[in-house]
């Protein structure tokens, strides 16, 4: 097999001894004469499976026993309705931040819910190009939450610092830079992150919840979209997708093998340095984002002023070349590498010869 550098937005890249092991324990799980996707979830295999995965994520991030770590269906796009549903309050406002699209989204949720909204920081007059010092926003006291997407996917920006909400539960969508770089988790009440961008494959949504605020749920919302529920059952009140869970316990524990997140982030902050600074120095590519606020996860660029053709033609040859995924989202256009945590070093140092390359050529 040739060497192909995968980088696709989500799903996403995994660590190949990950692909390999699961690969190996598919169809013989551990010697019991069958996979476990034909486990039952209760049995024993399976809760040593999520019991680990559990683990694991606390110990990355440092999670305490005040918060529940949960595994949910639905995707970050139902966590964008599921949070208003559970933690709206009457009479109270709702701080949200537009920092790109799954932010809107986020926001287009919370308008069908009809909250009033206490939009804390408007990227649309800028084209979502720049975030600033969201630690100097200033944020209505009486706000029942605030909910901000911590890592923009499509336009290529990532929060250097987060809003200060004191007593305000701050909600972050992390579905794109979990685990990517050292969080203190106490700032936020709940972190919500679908799998498959730096963590597994999709299906499963990871759910971080200060239990205290779980309670706030009305009584109205149906027992399946209530937090309360799943914490009590430990992600076991239905079938949870087994499988998914079983390969992010692969993922954190090829992460914690690595020397945990701090160490992972050291290494992804050299990919995004390497490649931002090939872009930079080429006279050729141009970042799309202000330098201050790039993503070290969606390296989002172009070719000149925009050139589609030439775009086009870097895709194309790029692919044939082993590199794949790098065209941008549909919505922006332009080109996108996606450099998660799986993603090696090696990896970002070929794109950069290949992107130096290509710029010579053209
Ligand atoms: C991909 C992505 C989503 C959407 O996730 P789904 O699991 O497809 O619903 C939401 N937010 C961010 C930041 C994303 O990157």
Redesign the pocket.
């Known amino acids: 097999m040739s060497t192909v550098y995968n980088f696709n937005a ?1 799903p996403a890249v995994l660590p190949r001894s990950v692909i390999l092991k699961a690969q190996e324990e598919l169809a013989d799980y551990k010697g019991c004469g069958y996979s476990i996707l034909e486990e039952s979830h209760r049995a024993k295999a399976f809760e040593e499976v999520i019991q680990a995965a559990e683990a694991n994520i606390r110990q990355l991030m440092g999670i305490s026993d005040d918060y529940a770590v949960l595994f949910l269906q639905g ?4 966590q964008f309705a599921q949070v208003p549903m559970n933690l709206m309050v009457p009479g109270k406002k709702v701080g949200a931040a537009d920092t790109g699209e ?1 932010a809107h989204k986020a926001i287009k949720e919370l308008k069908i819910q009809n909250a009033d909204i206490d939009l804390i920081y408007d990227g649309s007059a800028n084209h979502y190009k720049t975030i600033g010092d969201a630690s100097q926003w200033k944020i209505d006291p009486n706000d029942a939450y605030v909910h901000i ?1 911590a ?3 499509i336009y290529g920006t990532e929060y250097q610092t987060f809003p200060e909400t004191g007593d305000i539960p701050l909600v972050a ?1 992390m ?2 830079d979990i685990m990517s770089r050292v969080v203190d988790v106490n700032k936020f009440a709940l972190i919500y992150a ?1 799998a ?2 730096n963590m597994g494959p ?1 299906g499963v ?1 990871l759910v971080i919840i200060r239990k205290d605020l779980a309670e706030r749920c009305p009584a109205t919302v149906p027992t399946m979209l209530r937090y309360t529920t799943h914490i009590e059952k430990q992600s076991l009140f239905n079938t949870p997708p087994t499988f998914g869970i079983y390969i992010i316990r692969l993922v954190t524990d090829w992460m914690l093998a690595k020397g945990g997140i701090a160490a992972i982030q050291k290494v992804n902050e050299a990919k995004a340095e390497l490649l931002y600074n090939a872009i930079d120095n080429s006279g050729f590519f141009r970042g799309t984002c202000d330098k201050a606020d790039r993503s070290k996860m969606n390296v989002t660029f172009r070719i000149g002023d925009g050139d589609e053709e030439l775009e086009k033609k870097f895709v194309a040859e790029a692919k044939a070349a082993g590199f794949v995924g790098l065209k941008g989202h549909r919505a922006v256009g332009g080109l996108r590498a996606s450099i998660y945590n799986a993603m090696p070093f090696d990896g970002v140092m070929e794109l950069v010869k290949f992107m130096k390359d290509f710029a010579s050529k053209n």
């Not at 995707?75 to 139902?78: D, L, Q, R, T």
């Open positions: 989500g995707g970050a796009s139902m799954w997407c890592n923009n996917t969508d579905s794109s679908g498959q961008k999709s949504t």
